[in-house]
């Protein structure tokens, strides 16, 4: 089956712009997760969403925001973008919930979106 | 924080066995091991999981000690597509978030 596919591959973007990313989750799978990676901090937990509603938040400012569809799809949005915002965002997609899930609710990844504020 | 302490690289020899140790010392009874890694602009990987019992898939192995304070993650023939940086997660409930660490970056030496 398909797996996660996340869009666009790469964007630029100026400061105090906004941005929405999207990411398509595996089929059947009814939880999208978003990661962000930059070098220095390494994969940090931004937000869960599970059947339309956002189970959970990492430790993000409220310009980091998102939403899932009733087709399980999801977007994240980013406004008043900074030079800091610039990263890897990362979603993965599960069948339960990352936060119920347990033993045997592996996550998969996509590719990410790479993001490059100017 | 991180609930999970790691070396923040290591060396292995390609064709041995790469042993990734993972500190874990406050983690909950119920709480799972998780392993993923993340080879160069890819998506982390899921590698393997368990509680408290030793875990061996096609991939690895996952060795928990008895009081569940750390593990290792056993790689045994380590190849050149094995370089990455490898994450261990423990699910912190009470908080519930997931927090990743920095991770380990293993280098694969030909």
């Known amino acids: 089956k398909a797996g996660v596919t996340q869009t666009p591959r790469y964007l630029i973007k100026t400061r105090g712009q906004q941005v929405t990313l999207s990411c398509s989750p595996i089929s059947g799978h009814r939880s999208v997760s978003w990661y962000q990676q930059t070098p220095g901090q390494g994969l940090q937990f931004l937000f869960e969403y599970f059947s339309e509603t956002q189970r959970n938040k990492g430790n993000f400012p409220g310009r980091f925001s998102g939403r899932q569809f009733s087709n399980s799809r999801s977007e994240m949005n980013v406004s008043t973008l900074e030079l800091g915002d610039s990263a890897l965002y990362l979603c993965a997609s599960s069948r339960l919930s990352i936060l119920s899930g347990g033993a045997t609710n592996e996550q998969f990844f996509g590719p990410g979106t790479r993001l490059t504020v100017l | 924080d991180a609930k999970t302490t790691q070396p923040p690289s290591m060396d292995c020899a390609e064709g041995r066995a790469a042993n990734l140790p993972c500190n874990h010392s406050t983690i909950s009874g119920n709480e799972y091991v998780y392993w993923y890694r993340q080879i160069h602009s890819q998506g982390p990987q899921y590698i393997i999981h368990?509680?408290?019992n030793n875990e061996t898939n096609e991939m690895a192995s996952l060795i928990i000690t008895e009081d569940r304070k750390s593990s290792t993650l056993i790689l045994p023939h380590a190849t050149l597509r094995d370089t990455a940086v490898y994450y261990c997660i423990v699910r912190v409930e009470e908080d519930d978030k997931i927090i990743f660490g920095k991770g380990t970056r293993l280098h694969i030496l030909p």
């Open positions: 368990g509680l408290k």
